[in-house]
């Protein structure tokens, strides 16, 4: 059960996030399993070798976050990232990059989430994973 | 002892990574002790409440592990970061953001980094604090 | 596919690790998908509340992706945990806790694992998210 | 300034953690700044290789945060870690592993807590580094 759909929480957070602008985020799906998140392959995200950067990566995956929980509570905007561990796996191909994020423990404080990360049309190899916790206004 | 200079770290990093441009990533110290690094405040960087965004944040600890590395290293542009770990502690105050990245260990494989953010001029106060490893070219 | 069994991994680990014939870990499952761990209810594990500890949880953690790696890689025994990143969801009911671990990524010098930690009987519920990294001998 | 002694937080550690009572942890300084804890070396604690065992490791650094916020707070035996992230830098050598624990920052939910972990007569070069984060009772 969401409160929020994939387009109101896409526009509210690309209202108050511009590097979600800048990265043109798109919500794809938002639904009672989590989110699914998606940054269109842009040449000005790439490092040397090709890929898309590891800060657009971590911008993703915290988007990615910020979304489901927006999505399970609806306009709890104030909420914030409190901590965020990632490992990167695979370079990403030049391609779209999507991320899949589900809450793992909903509390009154916190929502701890879990990310998967890969490139379109590569979904059994993770490009890389994340955790992190969103804290709750209370 | 370092092998590169701040000014040519803070090249490299800009001319290989277009995020870093986009931030306009200072590299304002680069000795023996570690790295200064800067993301000088923009308008455009803030999120709902008027604060630096966490990928802003995100991308300035992760840039400045990497000059700390290629300060040291010199010029392994191929180092990668495979984990990064970070805990946000307070919002950023709306200026500048410094950080201060230091090398916990160095092997053959990797280096495991660790950086203390904060806003100018209250460097007693950590906005966030981070650990990750950067992989070693073999 | 998997070069050792559940048994033979867990006669390894205990064999080399005290703490592990300490907490009777077991290795109840191990096959190509993955491992499931399990630590017996003891009282002698107990913290203040009457919850099984956070380091033996995180004891178990750690066991389940050694095994994980030993089964799918065999005897590398000097394989290390170079990064372990734990998020501690519910407190575990006094009954014995199982750990699920699977490999997120694994390349020549490491492996990224995955556990997921729950009460017997109550696998809907996650009692803590473990994210780690072994380095294999090269 | 701290209101419980070092002797006051060992005995509180050890009466509540039986598994802190097992490693016969003890605190040798708590003040102001932190805390130095100790875990004396023991041969039932050792792993392949003859060093002291991951389990061991976290488990000092887990009870060097609870020992600096107890030290803090005071008898708050109710607060519980939340996320702990550990990378092993060096093998420990085999002699007493000492962990010096800071508060990064404490606010009314939580502290978020460094740990620098290092064998006895060589601090100069980490074992382990440690953030981690513990929820208070509201």
Redesign the interface.
Known sequence: MTVLTAEQVQALIRA????AE?IELCIDRLDAQGVLARVPFHT??????GTL????I??LA??AMYAVVLGRLGRV??A????????????PKPVDLLAEARI??LSR??A?C?VSLYSLGNAEE?VA?V?G?Y?LPL
Chains 1, 2, 3, 4 share one sequence.
């Open positions: 108050g996030l511009p590097i800048d000005k995200l790439i490092r040397p070798g950067s590891g800060p657009t971590m911008a915290d988007a905007e104030m914030v990232t409190s901590n965020l561990n990632i490992n990167f796996l695979v370079k793992l423990r404080r916190q701890v879990e993770l994973h955790t916790t804290a």
